[in-house]
């Protein structure tokens, strides 16, 4: 082996290290990786940023945006609401959604799948009190699975098709691949349902502000507008259509007021007075459509680009202090709107604009955000912090799934690039209103791009020097020597030992022509071999880096680099136990 190709080899192992040692974060690892091999030569100056313009990077990103988008708007959140009403157990609810993560991942983009079922996970895991790494690698992991059953699952299974109508003359079909890949995602989430006691308990996202500050619950105003799905409902039925998480502390119906009753139907046009946690008030509002008081731009549901909400405590000497909102004139006078009032120990049963403030109320407000800090020190409030809460806005309901779906056709369908597909999906929420522009830029895990874009080159020097070539010689001349069956589960422990450091797309470049060879020199076909290829390099579950469906979970699901290989370890073993003898079943030599 020539110098290049030993120091390439060694900043690549120097890199897996330091990502097990875990010293350094993540994206700070991978730029370390980066420098180093620009410094040695390895990567030339020109090629060290191309990282930042490769489609994966888009298509995390978009993807993130994406999820943002659909989370915000509710829908995929109330049609789990049934799952998890039928289903109680987290470790039922995982299994549940990793099935529908890998049923849908054979004709959807799978990174498109998972980010469409993430927000849903993310959600039942606050519900349950436990932690989204139950759910996001399995689901990750399943996606990966499920991406093997179709022609258009993953790109491996393509470039292996391209592959064999070179050397056949007759390419893989769609559905060629679903009799070993559907075995496999089958054994996956059986393996799934009890090898989830590997993931360690204790891992957490990055805290929030959200969980940052634990504030009771809020109370907000909401009109009751013509077509709503709860005219003519009793409260009662109301308030167990949404799982007893809110409580209807007035109902005002012309001059109708006092205790609230819980056999009282509700109508069009009644006003109701809400408690509940924020983000189940922000479902309540956009499921049911309610009309939020003292909301910007009712009509149409957008919030203007540089509005916000901000949250805030009433002080001790505040002017706020035994007045109203409504006869402070603060929408008038300041532009702010009160939107919802929380007070320790007490439940408030009359309209937040109406409210007596007291000293110690923590208010949400709504207003333009560069004036919004100047506005409160006015009226001696401190505010909190900006918090990702949606109640000034009505949410775009099946928009975001529609611009997903659109998305996913067109990559899926080969009308245009993934990339260019995930990117103009992600452009249309914003121009649309789906998702305002602040949320988007806030929705992207940016130290996850970074460390993909650094890595991108790092593992690319892999192919520039030629060590790739001499690793593939190497592993040729020792599978002349295996039995078929041993060969078949050399090229696939190739394959997935490789696509960590490669995308999948560039391991099945590398590894197919090896697979081709093989099949020559043993005197069969190719078929078996270039399966064994497309499993292996769809098959990444010891790395975060692998492929970016993994990438996708690593913030959300707050693991750590050498998690994945506490589950995926043995997943990987029972592939290449029960793979091999699949795919020489199905596709005998």
């Known amino acids: ?22 010293r350094f974060r993540y994206d700070v690892t991978a730029v370390i990786a980066l420098l180093f091999a620009v410094a040695i030569g390895v990567v030339s100056p020109k090629q060290a940023f191309t990282g930042f313009s490769d489609d994966i990077v888009v298509i995390v990103g978009s993807a993130l945006v994406l999820s943002a988008a659909v989370q915000r708007s509710g829908m995929i959140e109330r049609a789990l609401q049934s799952l998890a009403q039928r289903i109680r157990r987290p470790q039922g609810q995982m299994l549940a959604l990793s099935a529908a993560v890998g049923l849908s991942s054979g004709f959807i983009k799978n990174v498109g799948a998972l980010a469409m079922l993430m927000p849903g996970a993310v959600q039942m895991a606050r519900r349950n009190k436990a ?88 109370v907000i105003e909401a009109t009751v507008t013509e077509g709503s799905p709860i005219a003519g409902l009793t409260v009662s039925e109301f308030v167990a259509r949404h799982d007893d998480e809110i409580e209807v502390a007035g109902l005002l119906r012309g001059d109708m007021r006092g205790e609230v009753d819980p056999h009282t139907h509700i109508g069009e046009g009644d006003v109701l007075i809400l408690s509940g946690e924020p983000n189940t008030l922000e479902r309540v509002v956009g499921a049911e459509r309610l009309a939020l008081a003292g909301g910007h731009d009712q009509e149409s549901g957008r919030q203007p680009d540089g509005i916000g909400v901000i949250e805030a405590v009433v002080h001790a000497d505040s002017a706020l202090i035994g007045r109203t909102a409504g006869r402070l004139q603060m929408r008038e006078r300041l532009g702010l709107n009160l939107l919802a009032i929380s007070r320790e120990g007490e439940t408030i049963a009359n309209k937040p604009g109406n409210t007596v403030l007291q000293a110690g109320d923590v208010i949400v407000l709504q207003g333009p955000l560069q004036t919004m800090p100047a506005r409160l020190a006015e009226m001696g409030a401190l505010p909190l912090a900006e918090r990702k809460i949606g109640l000034g806005s009505r949410r775009t309901r099946w928009l975001p799934l529609a611009i997903l779906a659109a998305a996913m056709v067109a990559a899926g369908s080969g009308f245009m690039p993934a990339a260019l597909a995930f990117f103009a999906a992600a452009g249309l929420t914003v121009i649309t209103g789906a998702l305002p522009a602040d949320e988007a830029y806030k929705a992207i895990e940016w130290p996850i791009l970074i460390m993909l874009a650094a890595l991108i080159p790092v593992s690319e020097s892999l192919q520039t020097t030629g060590a790739s070539d001499v690793i593939a010689k190497l592993l040729a001349d020792l599978a002349v020597q295996l039995p078929p069956w041993g060969a078949v589960a050399l090229i696939l422990i190739a394959a997935m030992a490789v696509t960590p450091f490669l995308n999948n797309a560039a391991t099945v470049l590398v590894m197919a022509p090896i697979a081709g060879v093989f099949a020559e020199q043993l005197h069969y076909r190719p078929e078996a071999f270039l399966i064994a290829t497309a499993v292996g390099a769809g098959c990444d579950f010891l790395t975060p ?4 469906c993994n990438t996708l979970v690593l913030g959300p699901g707050g693991y750590r680099f050498g998690d994945y290989a506490r589950l995926g370890a043995p997943l990987s073993v029972l592939v290449v136990l029960v793979g091999t003898p699949l795919i020489l079943w199905f596709w005998p030599l």
């Not at 030993?6 to 290290?17: I, N, R």
């Open 131 to 218: 932690s989204p790494s139950l759910y996001l690698m399995p689901m990750a992991f399943a996606s990966l699975l499920g991406g093997l059953t179709t022609l258009i699952g993953t790109s491996p299974n393509i470039i292996v098709s391209r592959v064999r109508e070179e050397m056949t003359g007759e390419p893989f079909r769609m559905f060629d691949y679903l009799p070993t890949g559907l075995a496999l995602l089958a054994m996956g989430l059986a393996f799934l349902s009890v090898g989830w006691r590997l993931l360690p308990t204790d891992r957490q996202a990055a805290q929030g502000m959200d969980e940052a500050i634990n504030i009771g619950a809020y």
């Open 1 to 22: 082996m020539t110098q290049p190709q030993w120091l390439s080899l060694a900043t690549l192992g120097g890199m897996m290290a330091l990502f097990l040692w875990g």
């Open 545 to 548: 880096i692998g492929h970016q």
